[in-house]
Structure formats: structure tokens, C-alpha cells
């Protein structure tokens, strides 16, 4: 005998309420196998690369002291973690980097949103800092050194002034890319010249803004391997020379891996920083 209650259910289609929780629950399914899957692919091609140097370093195929193996890399970074000189290297190296970046990055970005505001400051000020923008930082190195000795300020600085042309250039482009109808209602709005930064041309310049940051980012970390090779008692620069002179290659290695990985992820916080602010563009995801 059929029970009533289960004959009356069988009519009756799941109200919209509570079908979203399953399309919820689906969506994030979807979301992280999509994850694990690229994550898969990503590592996959290091996977490979990493075995393969593992066979050729542990066979004698090539001279292990010229490539050691990856095994033998990180024994050494174990006893560098350890022995705590890792980190003192890369505490003053992270710091020489943040400042450099902040001082010519800020610079970069104000310069930029200036220059592009406004067509006399761009007359006076691009004409120069596009003369020094073709400069490269290799030749004005030892000016540097000779104004400001070999203490930090000098790295500091360096680091600075190759933090900036990024954030100067596409914050330019930026602003001049930004729809000219906006400006319109800005003035019938009666937004004076800051509030038309802050409130219009910043955000309509984000994406542009935002690569100069990734870009400025990239530039400050390779000045500062400029500047503590070419002078420093301590950092992961100075580590890496002092590795090489005395042909300790696992430190070497040790070394570039660590200005990869860092800089590896301070793009990727800048690319979260992106998907956070730019969440009304509908681009071409591929």
C-alpha cells in the first residue's frame, strides 16, 4: 500500500530556495577541480625538470660541482636555515627592496598621475625623465657610489630610481587612456583637479596603474641584485658573491632561487590586489 504523503511529494517540484544550496555546492566543485587542476599543470613542467637534473647531477653526467643536484641544494638550505644566515641575508635584502620600491614607486605613480593631469607639467618634466628613463642603471652605478658611498642610501636609491619608471610610464598611459566623457561630467559635476584624481582618474587608471606596480615590483628586485653585488656586506646578493668566490654552488643556486621564489610572490599579491580591484572587467580570460 502507497503511503499518501510520499504520493503527494512525488507532484511536487523543489521550490528555487531549495535548489540553491546544490548549485551552490556544484559551482564550488567546479571551482576547485578547476584549481587543482591548474596547479597540477603548473608544477608538472618543475616536477620534470627537477628529476631530470636530480639523474644527470647524481649520475655524473655533468660535474656535480659545477650543477649540484637538487638534493645537495637543499641539504645546505637546511643547514643555512639552521644556522640562521639565511635569514639575516634575506631580512636586509627584502628591507633594502621595500623601501627602494616605496620611495620610487610613490614618486612614480604621483609623477605619473601629474604628467598625465596636466599638459604643461607634461611639457616641462616628460621630455627629462624620458631622457633618463633610456639611461641604463649599470652606467649610473658608480655615480652613485661615488655621491653616496656604499651604505644603504645609495642602494636605497638605485632601487628607487628603477621602481619608478614603471609605475611613471603606465600610470601616464593610465590616465591618458581614461574616456574624456568622464572628464565632461566631472565638470558639470564641479569636481575640482582632486577629486577628479582620487575619484575618477585613479580608478579609471587602475589596470594600468596596477601593471606599472607588478613591472616597478620586478625592476626593484633586480636593482637590488645590482646594487649588492656591486658593493654590500650583506643580503642575498652579497651571498651569491661570496658563494662564488669561494665556488660554494649549492649557495649560489640557493641564492637565485630565493630572489625567484620572493619575487614569485610578491607578483602573485599583486595579482590578488588586481582581481580584488578590478572585478568590473569583463576581460578575455583565455
Same mark, same amino acid.
Given at each position: 500500500?502507497?503511503?499518501?504523503?510520499?504520493?503527494?511529494?512525488?507532484?511536487?517540484?523543489?521550490?528555487?530556495?531549495?535548489?540553491?544550496?546544490?548549485?551552490?555546492?556544484?559551482?564550488?566543485?567546479?571551482?576547485?577541480?578547476?584549481?587543482?587542476?591548474?596547479?597540477?599543470?603548473?608544477?608538472?613542467?618543475?616536477?620534470?625538470?627537477?628529476?631530470?637534473?636530480?639523474?644527470?647531477?647524481?649520475?655524473?653526467?655533468?660535474?656535480?660541482?659545477?650543477?649540484?643536484?637538487?638534493?645537495?641544494?637543499?641539504?645546505?638550505?637546511?643547514?643555512?636555515?639552521?644556522?640562521?644566515?639565511?635569514?639575516?641575508?634575506?631580512?636586509?635584502?627584502?628591507?633594502?627592496? &621595500?623601501?627602494?620600491?616605496? =620611495?620610487? #614607486?610613490?614618486?612614480?605613480? /604621483?609623477?605619473? +598621475?601629474?604628467?598625465?593631469?596636466? !599638459?604643461?607639467?607634461?611639457?616641462?618634466?616628460?621630455?627629462?625623465?624620458?631622457?633618463?628613463?633610456?639611461?641604463?642603471?649599470?652606467?649610473?652605478?658608480?655615480?652613485?657610489?661615488?655621491?653616496?658611498?656604499?651604505?644603504?642610501?645609495?642602494?636605497?636609491?638605485?632601487?628607487?630610481?628603477?621602481?619608478?619608471?614603471?609605475?611613471?610610464?603606465?600610470?601616464?598611459?593610465?590616465?591618458?587612456?581614461?574616456?574624456?566623457?568622464?572628464?565632461?561630467?566631472?565638470?558639470?559635476?564641479?569636481?575640482?583637479?582632486?577629486?577628479?584624481?582620487?575619484?575618477?582618474?585613479?580608478?579609471?587608471?587602475?589596470?594600468?596603474?596596477?601593471?606599472?606596480?607588478?613591472?616597478?615590483?620586478?625592476?626593484?628586485?633586480?636593482? &637590488?641584485?645590482?646594487?649588492? =653585488?656591486? #658593493?654590500?656586506?650583506?643580503? /642575498?646578493?652579497? +651571498?651569491?658573491?661570496?658563494?662564488? !668566490?669561494?665556488?660554494?654552488?649549492?649557495?649560489?643556486?640557493?641564492?637565485?632561487?630565493?630572489?625567484?621564489?620572493?619575487?614569485?610572490?610578491?607578483?602573485?599579491?599583486?595579482?590578488?590586489?588586481?582581481?580584488?580591484?578590478?572585478?568590473?572587467?569583463?576581460?578575455?580570460?583565455?
Amino acid at each position: 500500500m502507497s503511503n499518501p504523503a510520499t504520493e503527494a511529494l512525488k507532484g511536487v517540484t523543489p521550490s528555487p530556495a531549495a535548489s540553491k544550496p546544490a548549485a551552490a555546492v556544484r559551482v564550488a566543485r567546479k571551482k576547485g577541480d578547476f584549481k587543482g587542476r591548474k596547479l597540477l599543470m603548473g608544477s608538472l613542467l618543475p616536477l620534470i625538470i627537477l628529476g631530470s637534473w636530480q639523474y644527470v647531477s647524481g649520475t655524473g653526467i655533468v660535474d656535480a660541482m659545477m650543477f649540484p643536484a637538487p638534493s645537495s641544494i637543499i641539504k645546505e638550505f637546511y643547514e643555512m636555515i639552521v644556522s640562521g644566515e639565511l635569514f639575516r641575508h634575506l631580512e636586509i635584502s627584502v628591507l633594502r627592496a &621595500l623601501l627602494g620600491f616605496l =620611495l620610487g #614607486g610613490s614618486l612614480g605613480l /604621483i609623477f605619473g +598621475l601629474t604628467v598625465g593631469m596636466f !599638459s604643461k607639467v607634461e611639457e616641462i618634466v616628460d621630455p627629462t625623465v624620458q631622457m633618463i628613463r633610456t639611461v641604463p642603471l649599470l652606467a649610473i652605478t658608480p655615480l652613485f657610489i661615488l655621491w653616496f658611498g656604499f651604505g644603504e642610501t645609495s642602494k636605497i636609491l638605485l632601487i628607487a630610481l628603477g621602481a619608478f619608471f614603471p609605475l611613471y610610464v603606465n600610470t601616464f598611459l593610465g590616465v591618458r587612456n581614461v574616456d574624456s566623457k568622464l572628464f565632461d561630467v566631472a565638470r558639470v559635476l564641479e569636481f575640482k583637479k582632486v577629486n577628479q584624481m582620487i575619484r575618477l582618474v585613479l580608478p579609471a587608471a587602475m589596470p594600468n596603474v596596477l601593471l606599472g606596480l607588478r613591472l616597478s615590483i620586478s625592476i626593484a628586485w633586480l636593482v &637590488l641584485v645590482v646594487a649588492e =653585488l656591486m #658593493g654590500a656586506d650583506r643580503g /642575498i646578493g652579497y +651571498l651569491i658573491q661570496d658563494a662564488r !668566490s669561494f665556488m660554494r654552488t649549492e649557495v649560489v643556486f640557493i641564492g637565485i632561487i630565493l630572489f625567484a621564489a620572493v619575487g614569485k610572490l610578491t607578483d602573485s599579491l599583486v595579482r590578488v590586489l588586481e582581481r580584488r580591484l578590478l572585478k568590473w572587467r569583463d576581460s578575455y580570460k583565455g
